[in-house]
Each structure stands twice: as structure tokens, then as C-alpha cells.
């Protein structure tokens, strides 16, 4: 299995953070898929939950994929970053979701029983479908969170 990264993943860049309760941040995570995936064993770590927030809002914008392609977006285990390839990708925020070229909306149910947790927690995306390198292929999580 390969682990991709994005350049939050990667902790050189940094999600909003808000300093007032009940204050909605917004974090836009993009990722070009500049290299193969492959749907059997790769997962992609777009981002993360920063730490004592809830998902209010979340939005995938495939681009450029294969018609058929499906994703499981969700929380992955072991620490935001940590590049270890045996890490696991939950489904808690959009399960077999569409991921080809039109938007996809998490269900509101759905975000509002994640719970809080006093650590960041990453965001995986496993596909459905291999993805061939190119820059016109895309994926954008767009996750607004409440403190």
C-alpha cells in the first residue's frame, strides 16, 4: 500500500483554527494526483479535523476522474502525518460517494455524530477506481467545523 499526502498532511500547510466557541472555520484541501493511485491499497491523506471541533459542512469536488469511481472519505488511524503506509481510512464523513465531476455533500446526520476529540485527526480518501497520473485530476475536500 502507498500512503499520497497533501501538503497539510505533510504539516506545511495549516488548517484555520478558530479562537472563539461556536465560531465555523473553513479548510479547502486540494490534492493532484501527480502519480498513480491505486484503488486496491492507496490511501490519500488530504487534511485533517483539527483538534475540539465538529464537521458542520463537508463538500468533495472530484476532478477529472473515471465515471465510475466511488470514494470512502474518513478518519485515519495513527497520528496527522505520520507517514507509516500500514495506516487504515475510515468512511465516517461520505461512504461510496460518486467521486467523478459534480459535487458531492455529506449528510448533515452523519457529520453531527462525530464527537470531539482533544487530538487532530486525519482524513482519508480511498477510491474506487485506479487513477492514472495527470494534472487534471483532482481531488478537493472542502470541511467546515465548528469549535
Same mark, same amino acid.
Given at each position: 500500500?502507498?500512503?499520497?499526502?497533501?501538503?497539510?498532511?505533510?504539516?506545511r500547510?495549516? %488548517? %484555520?483554527?478558530?479562537?472563539?466557541?461556536?465560531? =465555523?472555520?473553513?479548510?479547502?484541501f486540494?490534492?493532484?494526483?501527480?502519480?498513480?493511485?491505486?484503488?486496491?491499497?492507496?490511501?490519500?491523506? &488530504?487534511?485533517f479535523? *483539527?483538534?475540539?471541533? +465538529?464537521?458542520?459542512?463537508?463538500?468533495?469536488? %472530484?476532478?477529472?476522474?473515471?465515471?465510475?469511481?466511488?470514494?470512502?472519505?474518513?478518519?485515519?488511524?495513527?497520528?496527522?502525518?505520520? *507517514?507509516? *503506509?500500514?495506516?487504515?481510512?475510515?468512511?465516517?464523513?461520505?461512504?461510496?460517494?460518486?467521486?467523478?465531476?459534480?459535487?458531492?455533500?455529506?449528510?448533515? &446526520?452523519?457529520?453531527?455524530? =462525530?464527537?470531539r476529540?482533544d487530538?487532530?485527526?486525519?482524513?482519508?480518501?480511498?477510491?474506487?477506481?485506479?487513477?492514472?497520473?495527470?494534472?487534471?485530476?483532482? =481531488?478537493?475536500? +472542502?470541511?467546515?467545523?465548528?469549535?
Open positions: 500500500m502507498a500512503l499520497f499526502q497533501s501538503e497539510v498532511a505533510k504539516r500547510e495549516t %488548517p %484555520p483554527t478558530g479562537y472563539v466557541s461556536g465560531s =465555523v472555520q473553513c479548510a479547502i486540494t490534492y493532484t494526483f501527480n502519480d498513480d493511485f491505486t484503488s486496491a491499497s492507496d490511501i490519500l491523506e &488530504i487534511g479535523l *483539527p483538534a475540539d471541533t +465538529i464537521p458542520v459542512r463537508a463538500r468533495l469536488l %472530484p476532478e477529472g476522474l473515471t465515471a465510475s469511481n466511488e470514494a470512502d472519505v474518513g478518519f485515519m488511524s495513527g497520528e496527522p502525518g505520520d *507517514p507509516d *503506509p500500514d495506516r487504515t481510512s475510515g468512511d465516517e464523513l461520505f461512504d461510496g460517494v460518486a467521486a467523478v465531476s459534480v459535487e458531492a455533500a455529506a449528510a448533515a &446526520i452523519d457529520l453531527l455524530a =462525530v464527537t476529540s487530538k487532530h485527526r486525519s482524513i482519508g480518501i480511498k477510491m474506487s477506481e485506479n487513477i492514472t497520473a495527470g494534472a487534471a485530476k483532482k =481531488v478537493t475536500l +472542502i470541511l467546515e467545523y465548528i469549535h
